[in-house]
């Protein structure tokens, strides 16, 4: 079936430390992926995406790791601020033309 | 470049009404997918159009329905409203339709009381 989803409910990191966000799927047939950030009150906010023919790719202070063989997709941020504190979705686009969306990760940051 | 303008912010209907929500998609985007956003289920998606044509559905019921203008523009209207509607409701706007970035509007928190 189709689903997606993130093995944390909540993730606290101390600032300036590395964050690890971890999303598992099902589908095979999938893809394209995407990781959004949620503030609150806010809509989701883009952040990264890689295609199924890749297995890494960055961008400022964030790394999208996708591993086909586990259906296994992480998002990782570097020197985690504050701001960065916000409830985190993976989504995954396959042959249906929709995103299904991951229940969301808290990252709380702490100073 | 505007992003995605989702108005109103806030809604307070009874239930049995009607409501009629609406989306204005980054310009030169012309996919425009609504989303529902609730605490117990996460985000669903609800329907997707493009090119003023529903192009995917989600598995809600009839009461919820959409539309797109030659303009890009989109609405979505729920109809005879129940408590379980309130949720708050996301559009995304793409530039094309299937695998491409999708940016979100700040949403419409409808509350059915």
């Known amino acids: 079936g189709e689903s997606v989803g993130l093995h944390l409910p909540t993730l606290s990191v101390q600032e300036g430390d590395n964050s690890i966000i971890n999303c598992a799927y099902s589908?095979?047939?999938?893809?394209?992926f995407i990781w959004y950030k949620q503030e609150s009150g806010k809509g989701p906010q883009f952040i990264i995406d890689?295609?199924?023919?890749?297995d890494k790719r960055q961008g400022q202070r964030v790394t999208v790791l996708l591993n086909k063989t586990v259906k296994h997709l992480s998002l990782q941020i570097a020197a985690t601020q504050p701001g960065d504190s916000a409830v985190y979705f993976c989504?995954?686009?396959?042959?249906?033309?929709?995103?299904?969306f991951g229940q969301g990760t808290t990252l709380q940051v702490k100073p | 470049k505007a992003g995605v303008t989702q108005t109103p912010r806030y809604l307070i209907k009874t239930r049995g009404q009607q409501v009629t929500l609406s989306c204005s998609p980054i310009?030169?985007?012309?996919?425009v997918s609504w989303y529902q956003q609730t605490p117990g289920q996460g985000l669903q998606f609800l329907f997707e159009?493009?090119?003023?044509?529903?192009?995917n559905k989600g598995n809600f019921p009839g009461r919820f329905s959409g539309r797109q203008f030659s303009n890009s523009r989109s609405e979505m209207n729920v109809s005879t409203l129940e408590l379980g509607d309130s949720a708050l409701y996301l559009c995304?706007?793409?530039?094309?339709?299937?695998?491409?970035?999708?940016?979100f509007g700040q949403g419409t928190r409808l509350t059915v009381v």
């Open positions: 995304a706007s793409s530039i094309a339709q299937g695998t491409t970035e999708a940016f």
């Open positions: 890689i295609r199924s023919n890749m």
């Open positions: 989504a995954e686009n396959g042959n249906t033309g929709k995103l299904i």
């Open positions: 159009y493009f090119s003023e044509t529903q192009r």
């Open positions: 589908n095979s047939a999938s893809d394209y």
């Open positions: 310009s030169g985007h012309r996919s």
